[in-house]
């Protein structure tokens, strides 16, 4: 087991022997071991040279004592494992260098197409898990691999410093539940965002790896997906997010401040998370539910906020929040 760090399985047979007798001299081993004298003579040679036997005397047939193996060998084994990070830092790009000479010559090394909802879960888990930047979403109604609760995996990608950025349809904010989950996940830091429609489902991780599903819609033949290296299409889709994310309207939670109000009047957590509703465009019977009022109470403090923005339409209200960044 220890010939990886230079000792012979001989070496190590009659070191261990040596461990068990305590002190023995050479026709004691040779007995014991049943090897030739110039066989134990030549091991016994080794572990000197390694620092793992020592004569108890300066007689030329004194007594051999084992010493401890853990510094002398522990030092091979650090030497050993620092020549395996070297050579395992060469394979990585080395493998790096092969698939971006296959990328030029095969598209197939390109984009990789997985089949099943759960392959495209753990997918999905499995570069989570090893995002060390930046995670970007596109969010739509009814997921086809995995509902929000259940990516658990993003809040230990928050938890070790990980950004999202994730916008959502507003159709999925309908949904029962979706805006608890997607508040949760903005207290624990992801940046979230809400738009009328997105074009595709999509998932970017590092700027590096992007996962695009092929389905268009739900129980439409097997769930597959497109996983997409570096190249110009994964600039694109980049692009793409950039875009929406550019016109889509930041969702705040009620727990988070509202630290960029001016003009003096400053709305509370609620009135925060009322008007980051509002203005996504959710309708004022969602809006009621997931505040737990009712709508009329949800109209009258609309209301009421137009008359501190001074006006007297829901556009100009939509209009003045923005100005005065209360949002």
């Known amino acids: 087991m220890l010939d990886v760090i230079g000792l012979t399985p001989g070496d190590e047979e009659l070191y261990r022997c040596l ?7 050479v026709d004691e081993l040779v007995e014991r071991l049943r090897r030739p004298r110039a066989e134990i003579l030549a091991h016994l040679d080794a572990l000197r040279g390694k620092g793992l036997v020592v004569a108890t005397g300066p007689e030329p047939d004194a007594p051999l004592r084992p010493l401890a193996p853990d510094i ?12 395996l990070e070297v050579a395992r830092a060469a394979v990585t790009q ?22 099943g909802a759960q392959v495209l879960r753990d997918r999905l888990r499995d570069l989570q898990n090893g995002a060390r930047v930046e995670v970007l979403w596109f969010c739509r109604a009814n997921p086809l691999a995995m509902l929000g609760q259940e990516n658990v995996e993003e809040f230990d990608a928050l938890a070790r410093g990980v950004r999202y950025r994730a916008i959502y349809e507003r159709e999925m904010l309908l949904e029962p539940g979706a805006l608890e989950d997607v508040e949760q996940g903005v207290r624990a830091g992801e940046q979230a965002r809400v738009i009328d429609r997105l074009p595709v489902r999509l998932a970017i991780v590092d700027g590096t790896t992007a996962i695009c599903p092929l389905v268009p819609e739900r ?18 889709l980049l692009a793409l997010f950039e875009s929406h994310w550019s016109m889509a309207t930041p969702l705040r939670s009620a727990a988070l401040p509202a630290d960029r109000a001016t ?12 008007l980051s509703l509002f203005v996504a465009g959710v309708p004022d019977k969602s809006i ?11 109209q009258r403090r609309l209301a009421d906020l137009m008359a501190v923005a001074g006006v007297d339409t829901r556009p100009g209200l939509a209009f003045q929040v923005a100005r005065r960044g209360w949002i």
């Open 288 to 298: 009621a539910s997931q505040l737990g009022v009712s709508r009329r109470t949800v």
């Open 219 to 236: 129980d439409v033949g097997e769930t597959s997906a497109a996983v997409i290296g570096r190249s110009q299409l994964l600039d694109a």
């Open 94 to 115: 080395l493998t790096e260098e092969y698939r971006a000479g296959m990328r030029r010559h095969d598209a197939d090394h390109l984009v990789e197409v997985i089949t």
């Open 263 to 274: 003009g003096g009047y400053r709305p509370d957590a609620e009135e925060v998370r009322l």
């Open 72 to 83: 002398p060998l522990g030092a091979a084994l650090l030497r050993r494992q620092e020549a």
């Open 19 to 25: 461990v068990q007798l305590t002190v023995a001299r």
